[in-house]
Each structure stands twice: as structure tokens, then as C-alpha cells.
């Protein structure tokens, strides 16, 4: 079934409201991609204008940024996720995940399930 980002069709009161139009592309949006920690998997999703998004299924290295530098570096283990506790016990990585990796702890700021990798710089502790 399609997810839809638009306006809910409840009121405040919990009435219904009355739909003036169809649902529209540009209002769809897609389901979580949930990039995990394991063998690199990439996908390819079709997007608007006839373009295509890659999207992290699993991952095990990522982008270290480090004074001026990129080191690709293995994640050893996702330390902690502030979107969502049991993430870490899934190990998913999404943006803002502290992920344990050879240099020490990271923080991933790229977005794997949108943009197809996996970026983070090292967090002071």
C-alpha cells in the first residue's frame, strides 16, 4: 500500500474530513529501507524525473572523515541510536547512529537509506 505525506483526514474534533482531490505523487513517500550492520547490499529505488536513489540495505565499512582525510573503516558494532533503542539490538544504521569502529566511536551522518552510504565522523568522548 503507498504512504502518503499529507495532511490527516481527521479533524481535532476526530470528524472526518471530506477529500476535495486524489492523492498525488509528489505526496508519497516510502517504506524504511532498515540499512543493518552486515555484507554490503546496495539497492537501487526509482525516484521522481526518471532518476534513481541507492539505498543501503547492509553495510560494513564506513566513511571516516578525520582532519581533511576519508578512511573507509569496519564497523565493529552500533553502540547507540537516538532514534530508537531497539535499533541497537537490530543493529540498524541510520543518521545519528554511534556506531564502534577500529578508530574508535563514530557518528553517522550521512542518511544510508536515502543517499546509498554511509558517512560519520569520530565523537569526542
Known sequence: MAIL????????????????????????????????????????????????????KRAEKINLATDGEVENVEIESVEDNPANPNYVRRSLLTKGTVVQTSEGKARVTSRPGQEGVINGELVDE
Open 5 to 56: 505525506h499529507r495532511q490527516s483526514g481527521r479533524k481535532k474534533t476526530g470528524g472526518r474530513k471530506r477529500r476535495n482531490r486524489k492523492p498525488k505523487k509528489h505526496e508519497m513517500g516510502s517504506e524504511f529501507s532498515a540499512p543493518e550492520k552486515g555484507e554490503k547490499k546496495v539497492e537501487k529505488r526509482k525516484t521522481r524525473g526518471g532518476n534513481q536513489k541507492n539505498v543501503v
